[in-house]
């Protein structure tokens, strides 16, 4: 069985999905690309064998159209998933789901009343799938350090983009380190507060880094870095310490070079080196469920309005001059559990 | 367009290669499995969906079969590698293509006779596909440590199987550092010899222990000691050394544990963690050319018997205390070479 | 020349202190010693050579002393340095000078008013002794990573000796972790705040870990995470962040081993061997500056005034729910500063 | 007690020894220097204090020199350390004792004959002291990784010094590593033989680099490259892989440094930086034996006469083509042996 598969969105992000799609994953092929700019969709519908279509709504509606990921502007996302849910599409959302907790909240509220609580949203938090946040995951579990009590969290890329500002770095950046925070101590964020270093002289568009400090229901302290234009690398750092030691991810590299006086080890200027396993494993994950009929294991539509609501206090204890801010989750429905779990039965739209 | 696959083998290594090509490798789909262990090829079946054939020559002849698959025991190799090719049907064998020089050089020459060039078969050297081993060829080739003159590689597993002796731990386990180094090199290996250090009391069935130089046709010398029960875990280590500077393999690991005053890294148990991208890539790559039509960029049937040389070579060489043994490779056809590129016409067998 | 040098507390920083002068200083040797309890001082004495004095005052007094160590209770260190002074001895004083800000405030006033500014206190902060430390400070002197913006320390311990609550942690071990930033940076910590992770169930006498917020006078951010019953070992670190690149302390081991598919590195069970360079060089620098009569390049009485100020106010924030506290540093005097330099003329004490 | 040092070779070596002994060791003084090059000579006296000799026996004679470090150009260390023991004065000789075996054996001789086997000749094998190796050792003898098999070494330096051909290699570098394998391993070597990679086209003097295969009592194989021109940094590596794991050597750096995409850690340029500690600790431990009257823990004659004979059988192995050549050590006697113990009687020469 092969799920065919509409491309939203023909940016970096969505010809990297694409490729990732049509060439490293089983199971899946890529029959669709919709994007305003159609020479960026038109070129990833050349690589792929897709077909281009003038609308994301009528990629949407399309028979030859099983499953949708979208990639497109953030802005786009809400209305985009919506379509989605309307035609009982199984979509994969490129994080965030939507810019504000209100709109997440609509989306979280739609799936419900139109599904009764199957879960068609799968948003792309995913370093759910990097293996090493996964190995971390699994030795805290084993419990070889203790009970956590302090995370220790670093963020940094090597330059901005154009646009954005202190906020954007939030709710863009922070909140990558927002959702792995929370599903790697299987707790939710309860309180967060915004602290600033010196800024950089290199970006006056924002505050740049920003430290970060995250509670979790279970007591533990994180303190994230985010720094967007660190220059030196895309570095994503994690230590999680316990009470009988500390697991931390290891830096990644394949080889080590000696020159000049130096041993040497490279870093990656994005985050696509750093992350193209986890984007394989996440889109081959989504893809095994669909086949299977199974609940998708990836970010909730639920994990992403909770992830959202942490940001939007982080931009608000930001606001107030770091100020603790409380995060008022609201219970959780059995069914915006994001645990996995074989469904009733499976969904129609995957042939 | 889908390559229907045929597994011959279901141990450990036919299995996971099922697994890979059916869960994780796009424009694949085991249709066939055979193993004289009906039990064995039944799982394999019930997993992937294939379906069961009582004997090798039948799934190789099946019109449900595109391409196979072989890891069956090595002496069974050669025979069904030429069961390939009579029906003209791509094959990638598990290395060694067979355990002899002559049977892989009747492997090459039947080839040759049969397709007129046309490459059908590929042997399982996966390293070539091992992300590490890429990049330091990838640097290699880029220059940074100018000329190569000297590499030290180290070849360590947990424990031996039973069986071997001091002979099979050339030809299984040495022969893939063989190959490597030749592909790494761009250099054939033109002579070896043998080096004994004190063997292990842990097994007494061989030197273990063993020290392997081999001499490349550009005058590089690379020492790669081969110790098949180093006991502390699944360690391969590759450094070149070059005129300006050395590049050396990192060591995998994806965490760092620190408890009980000690900061530690795991090892892999055995080659499968270690190599199992590799061999995701190199099956992916297969799956891609044959459905492309071009060359499969893997090992070929004149690599397999140029490595199959060196290690007779090396046996010879360990036969006689250590002399060093100068090896007469043929003159490669240019139809033997491994380098890549369009063929001239689809193989017609993949549908 | 050699100067002789009186040991007052012969516990186990004053036994160290006291082999490392006697066996590892050149030009120093241990004459006297003091101790209430009279077993440990005659054991320093028996292994140094050194006479043993029935107290403080008395070895202070000794002709046979030209400059004292003092490495006693902390509550008796403002006394013993109040008598040296009076004697016009150099006096080299563990950390902390005194316990109070008050106090500390009068060594300084008593030291400005008794040699009209040049100093004879020097306190053991000796992290500045440290070579990894000097490292780092001189590659953000060489400007390499560019403006620092943001410092990320970590100071664990494996377990609290008993006494002790949270307050503790701040005056007796973070108050290195303060003076070695204000060191780095060379700019002195305005204002801070105190932060709770989760507590450790594993000492009920104090929150631990605690992480602290320090800001320098040039802006830099540094968050310190202070973990005393961290029991995976004695680890300390340190990473800068700059505009245009980080720079770290490396973690300190002398092997690899490798065994039980691990890959392993010790790490110290106390402070001893990860700062004994740091206490032989800084006590060398002493001796060297006593013989040379030259301003010895250790942290003066000053500088313990300005560290005991960050710390008081550190325990003021974590007394007032985390609040940010500034810190109001009164105007160094020249006299004051830890600036080394000629002295006017050689200490008469030295012989 | 203070020990007067006279120090013979004002070089770089003589020089480097005359300020560690000053400066940085406990119980020394250096009173006198002596070079044919009379302006090295007085700079090293202006720094030190020390007071010139015209000639090395005029300061071995003098009364105010207790004991010699001998640093001078190699062909004139027999003579020199003749003059030593017939003045009955310890010696600590920069390795090599002397260039011959002829020359060692002679040395070793006189020595048993003048002192009836007390030992007066100390040689400058630092590594012996090196906390790396010291640690290295130490995990051995706790049976860590069980029974040694096999030892992997590299010794690198950044450019070789004008003269010195393929056999100085082994005499002046690869003597360092034959003595530290012995040493290492408690085990002499029996035989050896000399392979040569391709060779570098950056020096023309000599093959460089080259890999010594070095056999011990024990049957455990030591391979070692030597490459004099490695450009890359002066790297020293040591690994010993036995039964149940392997130990190495780390490489040792304070600081890791992360900008332009490369997290980088520096090599020493020479051996300076990076055995300067083991340079020093030898010397206090030369010092610390004259002055309790013990025999010092440094190699001895025999343990560099020993060193010679093999460096002398790798060249002979150099010149007939990579032959295996036996070693004939002759039976060490009691007084030979490098144990330490306290002497009868302390030597008279040391006040």
């Not at 370093?127 to 699994?138: D, N, Q, S, V």
Request: glycine share 8%; charged share 20%.
């Amino acid at each position: 069985m092969t799920v065919r598969i509409g491309i939203i969105g023909a940016g970096i992000m969505g010809t990297d999905h694409a490729r990732t799609l049509q060439r490293s994953v089983s199971g899946a092929t890529v029959t669709a690309v919709a994007d305003p700019v159609q020479d960026r969709a038109r070129a990833v519908a050349v690589e792929t064998g897709a077909r281009c279509f003038s609308s994301a709504e009528e990629l949407i509606a399309s028979p030859f159209v099983d499953a949708v990921l979208i990639a497109s502007h953030d802005s786009a996302h809400a209305e985009q998933v919506i379509g989605c849910l309307e035609h009982r599409k199984p979509v994969l959302c490129e994080k965030p789901l939507a810019p504000t907790v209100r709109e997440c909240q609509d989306l979280v509220d739609r799936q419900n009343a139109i599904t009764g609580g199957i879960p068609l949203i799968s948003v792309g938090f995913m370093r759910r799938f990097h293996p090493g946040y996964r190995e971390l995951k699994a030795r805290l579990e084993e419990g070889v350090v203790g009970q956590a009590l302090m995370v220790l969290s670093s963020h940094r890329n090597v330059t901005t983009s154009p646009g954005g500002d202190s906020a954007s770095t939030i709710t863009n950046s922070g909140i990558h380190e927002i959702d792995i925070t929370a599903w790697l101590l299987n707790s939710a964020i309860e309180s967060v507060s915004w602290h600033a270093p010196r800024t950089t002289a290199l970006d006056s568009s924002r505050q740049d880094p920003q430290v970060l400090h995250l509670r979790t229901a279970d007591g533990v302290l994180t303190s994230v870095d985010v720094f967007l234009n660190a220059r030196y690398g895309y570095d994503v750092r994690c230590e999680v310490v316990g009470e009988t030691g500390t697991v931390e991810l290891a830096r990644p590299h394949l080889t080590t070079t000696s020159r000049g006086l130096t041993e040497s080890r490279s870093y990656a200027a994005d985050w696509r080196p750093v992350f193209a396993d986890a984007y394989r494993l996440q889109s081959q994950a989504w893809i095994d469920a669909l086949i299977s009929g199974t609940r998708p294991p990836l970010a909730t539509a639920e994990d992403a309005l909770a992830a959202t609501r942490v940001a939007q206090a982080l931009v608000a204890s930001m606001n107030s001059g770091g100020a603790t801010i409380t995060i008022n989750h609201p219970q959780p429905t059995v069914e915006g559990s994001s645990a996995g779990g074989k469904l009733e039965r499976t969904p129609t739209h995957v042939r």
